[in-house]
């Protein structure tokens, strides 16, 4: 598979063709992205052939479009069955690609689709950064209304938890900063709070952004929610925070999927503007896109408007996020539930 390549190795595959072909193949599979080796047009049409197989690391077994053509989700699927999820939001500034790390999840969130069915696998440097290469190509050949016609932002709040898949994260993150020529600053990395993995990713090199899921202002909710606060609470998460942006430079995003009747009251409202204020963070707010199998819904329109005006007073620095793709189950795990019969190994690795 030519992703699961890394880039400076491609020579290797092509055997006694001169070692020019290898700069011209990175360069579409890095820079100028095709969906079919065909388009590789300055390639031998032999070697377009012999390639075509190896091209990408999955196929697309469902793919959705919502939100008038602004929002599309991927469901890819390996070729050892493992499911892959990516969602492309264009806006009229910045196309956003959300990226898998993990086939399933092992951090078991209550509210999560991906987390419910438990953990497959880790994904390789190759199919993260394949998601990325993907969604450009497609672009190329049906852009968003009234958004940028390549992927300019990239989140890594999809399948799977990145942190707990760190070497491969930060391989395809090099890969994305170093061959692509994204922006580093273009590029957050989401987690629920595996400590050392963001003092990993504060050691690195790249000016990503770190996003925090955190959901609940205190250990005692933060356990129900997200089973992981067990061995890494609120306490060490901030440590861990407080150690990132003194090494980037960069401020923390706190994300929170409220909840009805579960964190969306005035008390977790100044608790987190506490921690924010603490952080100097800033928080998105979201209402939660309610999976099949949690009993967890979005929270009434009245509660939400009190919780941000409680932020709001308490001092923090809050966004309240639209919800895109609800009508193509956007959030990460939902198509993987809906749009396959197709059996699943699960493991909680």
Known sequence: MLYETPPEELGALLGDTPAYRADQLRQWLYRDFVLETTAMTNLPMPLREQLAPELWPFTVEVAQDGDAGRTRKWLFRAPDGASIEAVLMGYDDRVTLCVSSQAGCAMGCTFCATGQFGFERHLTPGEIVAQVAYANAHLKTRPMPSSPRRVTNVVFMGMGEPLANYPRVEESLRRMVEVMDMAARSITVSTVGVV??????????????????????????????????????????????????????????????????????????????????????????????????????????????????????????????????????????????????????????
């Open 196 to 349: 050392p993995g963001i003092r990993r990713l504060a050691a690195a090199p790249w000016q990503v952004g770190l996003a925090v899921s955190l959901h609940a202002a205190d250990d005692e909710l933060r356990s129900t929610l997200v089973p992981l606060n067990d061995r890494y609470p609120l306490s060490e998460v901030m440590a861990a925070c407080h150690e990132y942006f003194e090494r980037k430079g960069r401020r923390i995003t706190i994300e929170w999927a409220l909840m009805k009747g579960t964190n969306d009251s005035r008390d977790q409202a100044v608790k987190l503007a506490a921690i924010a204020t603490e952080l100097g963070a800033h928080v998105n707010v979201i209402n939660l896109n309610p999976t099949p199998l949690s009993h967890e819904q979005p929270t009434e329109r009245a509660a939400l408007s009190t919780f941000m005006s409680a932020l709001e007073a308490a001092g923090a620095n809050a966004t309240l996020r639209a919800t895109r793709g609800q009508d193509i189950d956007g959030a990460c795990g939902q198509l993987r539930s809906r749009g396959s019969d197709r059996p699943l190994t699960i493991t909680t690795e």
